[in-house]
């Protein structure tokens, strides 16, 4: 018996939602981080890892199953040939939420919905690959990872270079916040098209 | 239409009142920069979250 297993309707009706989901969905593959409402952001999690689990599968049944869901085949294609492959590695929780901060004008808890294989990596988070998201050892200060990326950084150079890598960091986060600013507001208006209609 | 049958005194009225409190949220420090933040958010200073930084934090908005 399927009984119960919704976790929530949105306040939406089936389609409605669902083309909700998708739309934040296309936001996500597109832009590998979007900011919604933390209830979104969680229904539209569950469904992405599904996606990318078919990504993974890599048949024509799978193609046909996303290409259900995206009418997008630019994006299909993305899905099967990179996004899909970065996840090889992983059993499951391809994506990550993340309670980012409150939104004006309602106080709604708004989330960072973001993949957990990124295309641009920043240095900290790349050097201790094979750490799983879940494994996340909490005692970790930001002084360590410096210093493992600073450890790295002086078997080829010497640590002047300090000052670089902090440099690409901001970079890298700098690139991520503008993306952030673009996808949202995509989503954004797309629903509020679909809720005047 | 039935009616409360006398007026509620300042006294009671004020005595049921003791108990609307707000209470603090239960706030922790940010392991990154220090500062109070509410527990599993990204720290609002620092843009930091589980040992990484994951926002860029614009300075005087």
């Known amino acids: 018996m399927r009984h119960r297993k919704l976790n929530t309707r949105l306040s939406r009706t089936t389609k409605h939602r669902k ?27 569950r469904y992405a890892d599904k996606v990318i689990t078919l990504a993974k599968q890599n048949d024509l049944s799978a193609i046909r199953q996303v290409e259900a869901i995206f009418q997008d085949k ?19 929780g391809y994506t990550r939420v993340l309670r980012y901060k409150v939104r004006r004008g309602d106080g709604t808890e708004m989330a960072i919905l973001e993949l957990t294989e990124k295309e641009i990596m920043s240095p900290e988070e790349r050097a201790p690959k094979t750490k799983s998201a879940k494994k996340k050892t909490p005692e970790k200060t930001v002084a360590e990872s410096k210093s493992s990326a600073v ?15 902090q440099s690409d960091i901001d970079a890298l986060a700098q690139a991520a916040s503008d993306e952030e600013i673009e996808s949202p507001e995509d989503t ?5 098209e679909k809720s005047s209609e | 239409m039935p009616n409360p049958k006398k007026k509620m005194s300042r006294t009671r009225r004020n005595k049921r009142r003791t108990h ?4 603090a949220p239960q706030l922790s420090t940010c392991e990154n920069c220090g500062s109070a933040k509410m527990p599993h958010r990204i720290c609002p200073g620092c843009g930091f979250y589980g040992g990484r930084k994951i926002v860029e934090v614009e300075e005087g908005v």
């Open chain 1, 19 to 45: 083309a909700t989901v998708s739309n934040i969905m296309r936001g996500l593959f597109t832009s590998e981080r979007v900011v919604t409402t933390v209830k979104k952001a969680k229904v539209t999690s």
């Open chain 1, 188 to 192: 954004t208006d797309e629903e509020e």
């Open chain 1, 151 to 165: 450890e790295q950084q002086t078997a080829v150079t010497k640590p002047v270079v300090i000052d670089e890598e």
């Open chain 1, 74 to 92: 630019n994006l299909v294609h993305k899905l099967f040939h990179e996004i899909g492959p970065r996840f090889t590695d992983r059993n499951g």
């Open chain 2, 20 to 23: 609307y409190v707000l209470e």
